[in-house]
C-alpha cells in the first residue's frame, strides 16, 4: 500500500517536472521592436527629431526677434 502511495507521489512528481521543462522551452522571447523598427532605426529617427526641433525653434525665434543674426 505505501510502496504505491510512494510510486504514484514519485511519477506525478516527474510529469510537472517535464511539464515544467516543456513550457520553459516553449517560451521564445517575442521580438522586442518597437513599431517594426531595429534600434538603429530609432535611434536615427530620434535624431532627426531632435534637428527638427532645434531648427523650428531657431527659426520661432528669428522670426519673432527675439534673437537676430548679426551678418545679415
Same mark, same amino acid.
Request: charged content about 25%; glycine content about 4%; some cysteine.
Given at each position: 500500500? #505505501?510502496?504505491? %502511495?510512494? *510510486?504514484?507521489?514519485?511519477?506525478?512528481?516527474?510529469?510537472?517536472? *517535464?511539464?515544467?521543462?516543456?513550457?520553459?522551452?516553449?517560451?521564445?522571447? @517575442?521580438?522586442?521592436? #518597437?513599431?517594426?523598427?531595429? @534600434?538603429?532605426?530609432? #535611434?536615427?529617427?530620434?535624431?532627426?527629431? %531632435?534637428?527638427?526641433? =532645434?531648427?523650428?525653434?531657431?527659426? =520661432? %525665434? %528669428?522670426?519673432?526677434?527675439?534673437?537676430?543674426? @548679426? #551678418?545679415?
Amino acid at each position: 500500500m #505505501f510502496d504505491d %502511495l510512494r *510510486q504514484q507521489a514519485d511519477s506525478s512528481f516527474e510529469e510537472e517536472e *517535464q511539464d515544467q521543462g516543456m513550457e520553459t522551452s516553449r517560451r521564445v522571447r @517575442p521580438a522586442r521592436n #518597437f513599431l517594426g523598427m531595429t @534600434p538603429v532605426q530609432r #535611434f536615427v529617427i530620434a535624431v532627426m527629431v %531632435l534637428m527638427m526641433t =532645434c531648427i523650428l525653434g531657431s527659426f =520661432c %525665434l %528669428l522670426v519673432s526677434e527675439r534673437i537676430f543674426v @548679426p #551678418f545679415i
